[in-house]
Structure formats: C-alpha cells, structure tokens
C-alpha cells in the first residue's frame, strides 16, 4: 500500500494498494499506474529518441534511426492507445543470419508489420503523452559532464542560445522537404522489434526556434510583477518641512523633528506631491 496525491483536487489518498494497467481502483485515482515493463520501455525509448537527436552529424538526408529489441506488445499496444493515428499494417520481409555447424544459414520470411506516422501539427500532443513533452527535439552543442570521483549521479546544463542549431521535428501541416519531417514507428510482432525513424530539419536563429520551443512548453513568458512603489522615508527627508525622526511601523506613523507627526499615507502624499 502507498499514498498519492492528486494535485488537481488537492486530494492526499492513503493506503492505495497499486493496480496494473488500465486501473481497477474503484476510485479511478490511479489512472497512470501500468506494469513496470511498459514504463521501463516507454523510458528506454525516450531516451533512444533523444540520443539520436541530439546527433551533431551534418548529414544531408537529416535521418536517425532507433531500435528496441524485445519490445513488448503490450507497450506497443499502449503507444498506440495513446495516438489519434490511424495504424497501417502492411507486408515486411524479414531477414536472419545464424551458424549451424560450418555453414552460414540465411532465412527470410514474410510477416505483417505495423506503422504509425507522426508528422502533424495534432500528433505533438499524442507523442508528447508517451515520449514527453520534448519530443522532436533535440541540440547540435556538445555539454561536458564529469562525474569526477563522485558515487552518485552528477548532471550538468546549458541554455539553448538563440544562435545555436537545433534539430527539430515540426509537426507542420505542410510540408517543406521531399520527404516529409516526423517520427515513423515501425512494430514486426513477430519480432518484438520497434523501429523509430526520425527524420527532423537543422532551424537556426530565434525566430525560427523560438515557436517550435514554444509550442513544447520549453519557453514560458514570465509574467511582469507589479514592482510596488518604494518611498525613500531616511533621516534626510523633509516632510512638512521638518526631517523625520523617528518611524513608528506598527502604528505606521512619522515622528518629525519638530514633535509634530504624520501618517504613513499623509506622508507619501506630500512626498508624491513633489516628484
């Protein structure tokens, strides 16, 4: 048993006992709670992902390509549970190689593979939910991280600069290139292989990495505070033409130098009656 808590409701849930995927919980709280195996392939996927991304070849043809091996059906059957994608089945040869005795031995055979393309504007949300929010990008810039003679994890960052080159996927509805740019997952059940190919475009400059930043909630507009006025009440202020004396916070009241007193707003009235 464990507890969760859902911060949309603000709700802490005691003593949970976890359930595989889709939840039984009667509750219906622990909607993202699956077996190990698919987070644990979902995670060695992204990563495979942002790897080949962040490749700083100069590759014409701007293609990487990414396998897992053993890939469970039931993570393939959850991914395409999270797209909005028609899955096309189509026909594949597959090929092996093995020795037996002295002899090379090569096999094919056809099977049915499946195929789900992500290139439009509506599929960003659709990887975003199983790959995350970064999906489709990646950088060109090389980022040093010594771990030194530390035993723990160490980590180390840089800002992506608006005269770096990024590789970006731009889910756009139309496209600009021969061949398309997005991301093609290719399933053989047969073989429990998943194959991703990525093909992406080199963006340069602010304006043109700016929206596709943006769009993936890399970039957040800071909202302006309001800077609240800050009235110079030193020992050198005149006020009512007197310096101050002394100030009274609690009471928030103005002692002078001549005995007389004023209030907090009294004062920043006059003082602002002079600016």
Avoid at 88 to 111: C, G, Q
Avoid at 123 to 148: D, E, M, N, W, Y
Avoid at 172 to 193: D, F
Wanted: with cysteine.
């Amino acid at each position: 048993a464990s507890s969760l808590f859902v911060s949309k409701t603000m709700t802490l849930w005691h003593c949970q006992s976890f359930s595989s995927f889709p939840s039984t919980s009667p509750h219906r709280i622990l909607y993202s709670c699956f077996p190990s195996t698919i987070f644990n392939q979902l995670i060695a996927i992204k990563a495979s992902i942002q790897s080949a991304l962040n490749t700083r070849g100069k590759n014409a043809r701007n293609r990487v390509v990414c396998k897992l091996d053993n890939g469970s059906r039931y993570t393939w059957d959850y991914i395409k549970s999270a797209m909005v994608v028609e899955v096309e089945a189509s026909p594949a040869v597959v090929k092996t190689n093995f020795i037996l005795r002295d002899e090379l031995v090569v096999e094919k055979w056809r099977t049915t593979q499946e195929q789900v393309n992500l290139t439009l504007p509506e599929h960003l949300s659709c990887a975003q939910k199983v790959f995350g929010t970064s999906v489709g990008l990646g950088v060109r810039v090389f980022v040093p991280c010594k771990i030194g003679s530390s035993t723990g994890r160490v980590s180390s960052s840089r800002v992506i600069s608006k005269t770096d080159t990024i590789n970006v996927v731009p889910f756009e509805p139309e496209e600009q290139e021969l061949v398309r740019r997005g991301i093609v997952l290719r399933y053989i059940p047969k073989l429990s292989q998943l194959t991703i190919i990525i093909r992406f475009r080199r963006v340069t400059g602010e304006a043109r990495m700016v929206p596709h930043l943006q769009s993936r909630g890399a970039i957040y507009e800071a909202e302006e505070e309001e800077i609240e006025p800050v009235w110079p009440l030193h020992s050198d202020t005149t006020i009512f033409n007197s310096f101050i004396k002394k100030i009274e916070l609690r009471e928030e009241i103005v002692v002078l130098q001549n005995g007389e007193q004023a209030s907090f707003d009294a004062s920043i009235a006059y003082i602002s009656s002079r600016i």
